[in-house]
Structure formats: C-alpha cells, structure tokens
C-alpha cells in the first residue's frame, strides 16, 4: 500500500517568539508612546521628550528582556524538573509506566489491546518522549525557551519605541503631541493586524483590540501628566 505525502502548516511552533514579540512590541508602542504623552501633558520641551523616550527605550528593552527570560526559564525549569523524574520512574518502574501510558491512550477514545500496543511501539521508540508529550504535556513545538523570549522581547520592545521616537524627531514642535497620538494609534493598528496574520485569526479584530487598549493608556497618562503641568 503506497501513501501519498501530505504535508498539512500549522502555527503552533510559532507561539514561543510570537508571543515575546507581540508583548514587546505593544509594550513598546504604548508604554513609551504614554510615557512621551504624559510628558508632553505636564508642559516638557521637545528636547525632555526625545530624553525621555531614549531613557524609556533602553530601559523597557532591558526590563523585557530580563523579564522574559526569567519568566520563561522558570517555565523551562519546570520542564527540566518533570522530565528528570519521569526518566527516574520510567528506569525503576517501565511496567507501571506502560500501563500509565495505556491509560492515557485508552482514555482518549483507542480500544484497550489498541492502546496498550501503541504504548508498546512508542515506548519502544523513545519513551521519555512519549510521557513528555501525552502525560507531561511538553512539546518542542511548544516548550520553553528562554533566550529566544528574551531576545524576540527585547527586540520587538525596542523597534516598537523607535516610532514615537521617529514622531518626536521628524513633527513640528507645534504639533508635536498630536503626531506623537497618531503615530502611535497607527503603529498599535498595524501591530495588532500583524500579529493576528502570524497566529491566524481575524487581522481587524486584532487590530482594533490592541488600538483600543493603546488609546485608553494613552488617554490615562495624557490625563495624568496634564496634572503636573506647570502652565496651568
């Protein structure tokens, strides 16, 4: 019997770095776009606000970067730990994890002799990767990697800082808080539909969620740095 060779995408490999980079990037965008806000609201020059988005920049990188990678080394922590423990057992008991693994497969909907002879082959192949993939839940598509969250983090925060630094060097001074506004409304636009493309999902849904969110930060920091300004 010949079979023909069906390769069907999927997207699930590109959560780990979809996700840092997505974080990073909106968190760039608006944290520092509120920030520039906010500043800009308490009556600073032009010269105070590129410092300050310079200063947001650097240090928002860095805060995610770091962030990242020790969030996601726990998770990989996690890992390491589960999978040293089931290579313990599956060295002192391997009846007992064979039938642990039987189970698994019997109840997910396979007929009893059926399971059992699929944990047979599977354990026979690698079975530490079979527990880590249907009893542990760990998947290389899926697992933890620490250095490439940080890295996509770190990265994507950094570029997403650059437009309301682009905004601040390139506007007029008059009009140097509305292009700050609109440079950051359309890059949250264009961010959210960017990121729905990579995982799938609707692009208009996931640029008016990440837009709307964006504005209320934006208006929230506008309102509270327009407290301190010594205009007034």
Known sequence: ??????????????????????????DGIISVTSLIMGMAASGATSHTLLITCIAGLISGASSMAAGEYISVKSQSDIEEADLKHEARELDKNPHLEL????????????????????AVQLSAHDALSAHARDEIGIHENTSAKPLEAAGSSALAFSLGALFPM?????SPQGYLTQSVALTGVLSLFGLGALSSYFSGTSMWKGAFRVTLWGIFAMLFASWIGSLFNVHV
């Open 1 to 26: 019997m010949s079979y023909s060779h069906h390769v069907e995408p999927h997207l699930i490999h590109r959560t780990g770095w979809l996700r840092a980079a997505v974080l990073g990037a909106n």
């Open 99 to 118: 039938k642990e693994l039987t189970q698994i497969y019997i109840q997910r909907g396979l007929e009893p002799e059926l399971a059992h002879e699929v």
């Open 166 to 170: 682009l905004a601040i060097l390139l």
